[in-house]
């Protein structure tokens, strides 16, 4: 662990394995953090504070492009780390380090951008000034589907605000975070301004920075069930909270789409990082004059897919994370299949060729899929694409909508009236037109809905890190 300018092993003694989600080998081991650190490391962060929030913008700023430059040096080395901890094939995962580390350039380059204001007043004798301040010691849990970029999403706009840090990452891919600290370390981020407590078993750790009055905000990204647990907690202090949570993305083909634009699209999008993330198309909705046409082209794309060992040159789907997640995407796809839908591919665990050490399931197309079926509601991190035939653009729209879920949805259509339809439409925080990558750090991310509150990237992002502060002067 990372704690107060120092590596540290946990106060208990205690460590745990880190396995390769492909092989089922250990990798490593690292501590196991409980209370009693975390304790330790909001105490750094809280003395750290006021030595960091009185630096100018431009000192912190310095300091992030200084880690920024660092990340990218270690692009290579990063994303090796990646592909061993979580599984994605090397290629994207060269591709996160870089998403991750834009965040650190945009933020250094925000973190000189915030701005107040001041507002006239009706007095002649009373001035009125607003002040942006950084809200103080933040605490910080992230998931392993996106081990690094979820890392810098939150550091970057801490640091840039005049915040600092305790982050727990997932208890699967501390790997990943400890490069990053070591990252922190290198660009001599100041004693205490960035902690990290490794665990795993995350409700100490949680329990810890939820209770501790020291820590002003709580920044969360992973389940919605754990979310609205730390909501819920979060409003005994009233810590200001973000929350980064599930999603059950529409993806809408309409009438006019190109069919098999669109199916390359969705299959490229639903695909990527196994299907797991919270942005993936969870339930296509294909207008049925172009299903058939959707269906050749998108069974065509899934079978050049090839499933294995992420450092294999050429592997395009890696392994679900876990036995848990493995057990869910049986289950959702055994249930479909129950309740007729079509599997017009895989639809079955992947065990040939020393597979069955890992978490393999082979890329799936379910056609014909039904609301009374799991995959309909559920979040699948998996990689299923569940196809559902439509043909009455109203009745879409509120089939789309029609989920607790509300982060990510897209829609094909190359008719510029229904698109902005379907963009007014969406209760979905973010809309992707013709368009499968709809991030970056510059555009804020997040969810409405059960998928979460605020925003993270673009001035958003920084804004969740501020107080706002009024003075009225009387002269
Ligand atoms: P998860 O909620 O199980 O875990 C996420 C993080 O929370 C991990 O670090 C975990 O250790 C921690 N955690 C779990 N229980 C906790 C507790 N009681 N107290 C404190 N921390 C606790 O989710 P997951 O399965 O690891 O991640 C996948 C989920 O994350 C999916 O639902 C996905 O959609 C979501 N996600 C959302 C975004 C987004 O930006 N909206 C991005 C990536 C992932």
Redesign the pocket.
């Known amino acids: 662990m990372y704690i107060n300018g120092k590596w540290a092993n946990a106060a208990s003694g205690k460590i745990f394995e880190v396995f390769n989600p492909a092989t089922g080998q250990r990798i490593d081991s690292v501590p196991d953090g409980d209370a009693q650190d975390t304790e330790m490391a909001i105490g750094a962060a809280a003395d750290a504070f006021s030595g960091w929030s009185g630096l100018t913008a431009y000192q912190r700023s310095e300091y992030l492009y200084v880690a920024h430059r660092i990340m990218m040096d270690n692009m290579d080395h990063l994303a090796h780390v990646m592909t061993e901890e979580q599984g994605k094939p090397i290629r994207a995962a060269r591709n996160e380090v870089k998403y991750g580390a834009d965040f650190l350039l945009w933020f250094a380059e925000e973190a000189k951008r915030i701005y107040g204001r001041t507002i006239l007043s009706s007095r002649a004798d009373q001035r009125f000034v607003v002040l942006k301040q950084p809200v103080g010691v933040v605490g910080a849990?992230?998931?392993?589907?996106?081990p690094v970029s979820?890392i810098t999403?939150k550091v970057a706009p801490a640091l840039a605000a005049g915040c600092t840090i305790v982050l727990?990452?997932?208890?699967?891919t501390p790997l990943c975070a400890m490069e990053m600290f070591k990252i922190f370390e290198q660009a001599c981020i100041p004693s205490g301004v960035v902690n990290l407590v490794t665990?795993l078993s995350?409700?100490p750790?949680?329990?810890a920075?939820?209770m501790d009055k020291r820590v002003r905000k709580i920044t969360?990204?992973?389940?919605?069930?754990?979310?609205k647990?730390?909501a819920r907690k979060a409003a005994d202090q009233l810590k200001r909270i973000s929350?980064?949570?599930?999603?059950h993305a529409p993806f809408i083909v309409c009438e006019d789409a190109d069919p098999v634009h669109a199916a390359k699209g969705a299959m490229m999008v639903k695909f990527l990082n196994t299907g797991?993330?919270?942005?993936?198309p969870n339930r296509i909705f294909v207008h049925q004059r172009l299903l058939d046409d959707f269906l050749n082209e998108a069974h065509k794309r899934v079978s050049g897919m090839t499933v294995g060992n992420g450092m294999d040159p050429g592997v395009s789907i890696g392994p679900l994370?876990g036995p848990a997640?493995l057990d869910k995407v049986v289950r959702q796809v055994e249930d479909a299949v129950s309740l007729g839908a079509e599997v017009i591919c895989g639809g079955r665990r992947m065990v040939a060729n020393g597979l069955d050490k890992g978490c393999f399931f082979a890329p799936t197309i379910l056609n014909r899929v039904t609301p009374d079926m799991r995959i309909y509601r559920e979040?699948t991190?998996g990689p299923v694409a569940a196809v559902i035939p439509y043909d009455n653009e109203t009745d879409v729209l509120d089939m789309a909508n029609d989920t607790n879920y509300g982060?990510a949805s897209y829609v094909y259509t190359r008719d510029i009236s229904r698109a902005m339809r379907y963009f007014e439409g969406l209760h979905f925080g973010i809309v992707g037109i013709n368009d499968i990558n709809p991030t970056a750090a510059a555009a804020p991310?997040?969810?409405m809905k059960e998928?979460?509150l605020g925003r993270?990237g673009a001035q958003e992002g920084i804004s969740e890190y501020l107080e706002t502060k009024l003075g009225g002067f009387s002269i």
């Open positions: 849990v992230t998931p392993w589907n996106y979820m999403r727990k990452p997932a208890e699967a665990a995350p409700e750790v949680g329990a920075m939820l969360f990204t992973g389940s919605t069930d754990v979310g647990m730390i929350l980064e949570l599930g999603g797991q993330a919270c942005i993936s994370i997640a979040e991190f982060l991310f997040g969810g998928s979460g993270e």
